[in-house]
């Protein structure tokens, strides 16, 4: 099991730790539902120095990001970030990416932990014939998320959603993003690993309050955001997920692009909601309502500390995705009445 450089504050934090991708990580301190309702109305705090962080360098490096990845990366503007994703030659998504320009010759690729070895490895595979070089970076990534993050960062008026620039904080050099995966204002600091302890410290010092993995998760499913491994796998593609927006279809070649192009999505992800309080969770089946056959399956589900009921997503097909659709959940035997609602489930405010 790997640590990350903020183990041991974890550790004298009391934190209840579990084993996640390889690594050694924070569920929580305290309570899951205080801390998901800190970062809905304050600023949470969490370590992310278990994702996959790859530099991909060199002239080339933009031509064979388009070739590698489903969007146009070529068209980021330095000190811009954009959504897109890693599919296979068959179309299904090996990972959804961030993808940062720190110069015109320079990106920074931030992959899921899971998967981060993968990407790795498929960025290389597909990297003939272009001059590139891709390293793994060896640095930390703490974020500070909630309508109150700006209060713990400062106010940074040219940094818009989606960016990133070099900084300092607490005195140390580190490179601040605007980016986030809760559904709430917030920033992400990558900064050299001997700095992330005084990083942490400073943050907590300005009203962040630690927060660990068990929170990210259901605040990340209120906003109606993927997880891989659940909604989006080697067998969805990004149109099953509702994600062929990140799909640029215009371009003349990439990985993936004969499939994606012949994809016809007989299944679409859909978001849903039970008034019950047994909440559907992933593996759950879907049945008709008049029929009791078996039409889809839970991805992800939980009960919903923000909306104060359960929620999940599903895959349906696809005339069974308009809001309003009634269908029945099987959760361990008994049958729930749930509504087909569209994503996300929560907005934030402002």
């Given at each position: 099991m790997r640590?990350?450089?903020?183990?041991?504050?974890?550790?004298?934090?009391?934190?209840?730790?579990?084993?996640?991708?390889?690594?050694?990580?924070?569920?929580?301190?305290?309570?899951?539902?205080?801390?998901?309702?800190?970062?809905?109305?304050?600023?949470?705090?969490?370590?992310?120095?278990?994702m996959g962080q790859i530099e991909v360098t060199g002239r080339d490096a933009a031509a064979f990001l388009d070739h590698a990845l489903v969007g146009r990366l070529s068209k980021v503007a330095v000190g811009r970030a954009k959504y897109t994703m890693l599919c296979h030659t068959t179309g299904g998504v090996l990972d959804d990416l961030v993808v940062?320009?720190?110069?015109?010759?320079?990106?920074?690729?931030?992959?899921?932990?899971?998967?981060?070895?993968?990407?790795?490895?498929?960025?290389?595979?597909?990297?003939?014939?272009?001059?590139?070089?891709?390293?793994d970076a060896d640095r930390s990534l703490i974020a500070v998320q909630g309508p109150q993050a700006v209060d713990v960062v400062g106010a940074h008026p040219d940094?818009?959603?989606?960016?990133?620039?070099?900084?300092?904080?607490?005195?140390?050099?580190?490179?601040?993003?605007?980016?986030?995966?809760?559904?709430?204002?917030?920033?992400?600091?990558?900064?050299?690993?001997e700095d992330a302890e005084a990083i942490w410290a400073w943050a907590t010092g300005r009203g962040a309050v630690p927060c660990g993995l068990a929170c990210r998760d259901t605040l990340r499913l209120e906003a109606g955001m993927p997880l891989y491994g659940h909604e989006l796998t080697l067998r969805t593609t990004p149109f099953d997920a509702g994600l062929g927006r990140v799909v640029a279809l215009d371009k003349t070649d990439f990985v993936g692009a004969a499939a994606l192009r012949a994809a016809t999505p007989r299944r679409l992800l859909a978001g849903l909601v039970t008034k019950g309080r047994r909440s559907p969770r992933a593996g759950h089946v879907v049945l008709d309502p008049d029929t009791g056959e078996r039409i889809g399956e839970v991805t992800s589900g939980v009960p919903s500390p923000t909306l104060g009921h359960p929620i999940a997503m599903a895959y349906l097909p696809a005339d069974r995705t308009e809001p309003g659709t009634r269908v029945l959940v099987d959760i361990r035997?008994?049958?729930?009445?749930?509504?087909?609602?569209?994503?996300?489930?929560?907005?934030?405010?402002?």
């Open positions: 640590n990350t450089a903020l183990h041991h504050v974890h550790q004298s934090l009391g934190a209840a730790m579990t084993g996640f991708a390889g690594w050694s990580m924070p569920l929580r301190y305290g309570s899951d539902l205080g801390e998901h309702h800190t970062v809905r109305t304050g600023a949470g705090l969490f370590d992310l120095g278990h940062y320009r720190l110069a015109e010759d320079r990106f920074l690729v931030v992959a899921n932990a899971a998967n981060a070895a993968v990407v790795r490895a498929m960025l290389g595979e597909h990297s003939g014939g272009y001059t590139v070089g891709i390293a940094l818009r959603y989606y960016g990133i620039k070099a900084e300092r904080l607490a005195g140390r050099d580190v490179l601040l993003a605007r980016t986030g995966y809760t559904g709430e204002d917030g920033f992400e600091i990558y900064c050299a690993n035997g008994a049958r729930e009445e749930a509504e087909v609602v569209a994503l996300p489930f929560y907005r934030r405010q402002g």
